[in-house]
């Protein structure tokens, strides 16, 4: 019964890192409190500390992976900076579409922070908007990596359950 109810926490946890929220920390959350209320068949703490190593981990990826692809297309360090903080205000505002909004705000913010702050710097727009799709690219690439880790938190807590 405990490992039916990790498998839809996780499968309502993985949508919501779909959307940009935090479903693999709500996942872990329920799966800590079935381990501390003592619940028969909860998650042992080895699965739960791999989780929240995989959680963080997640987590580091999404800020240095927008950064990071925003240099690697020539970005300046100031494109990196305004692709990560224009992400995490796309996010907050969300763009007004049922469910995926926030998702299509962050990478809308990605870009455009990206966009505009290498405009600032160099004043060249060919520069300006390579970069801004540099930054859109880490940011859908981050996005997939905190699914695909979120799917091994997942895995490694309801396989901890299982036993």
């Known amino acids: ?34 381990a501390l209320g003592g619940v028969a068949g909860a998650p042992g703490p080895a699965a739960l500390m791999t989780g929240l190593g995989l959680a963080f981990l997640s987590e580091i ?23 990560l903080l224009g992400g995490l205000v796309g996010a907050a505002v969300g763009i007004p579409v049922p469910i995926i909004g926030s998702v299509l705000g962050s990478f809308a913010g990605s870009f455009l922070g990206a966009l505009a702050a290498e405009y600032s710097t160099t004043r060249r727009s060919g520069l300006a908007g390579r970069v801004a799709w540099g930054a859109l690219m880490g940011r859908v690439f981050a996005t997939a990596m905190k699914i695909a880790l979120g799917v091994i938190v997942a895995v490694v807590i309801i396989a901890s359950a299982w036993r």
């Open 61 to 83: 990826i999404e800020w240095v992976a927008t950064v990071r692809w925003t240099r690697r297309t020539g970005g300046s360090r100031r494109a990196g900076w305004g692709a």
């Open 1 to 34: 019964m405990i490992v039916l109810l990790l498998f839809g926490v996780a499968l309502i946890g993985l949508a919501l890192t779909a959307i940009g929220l935090p479903g693999i920390w709500i996942f872990l959350l329920v799966a800590l409190g079935l």
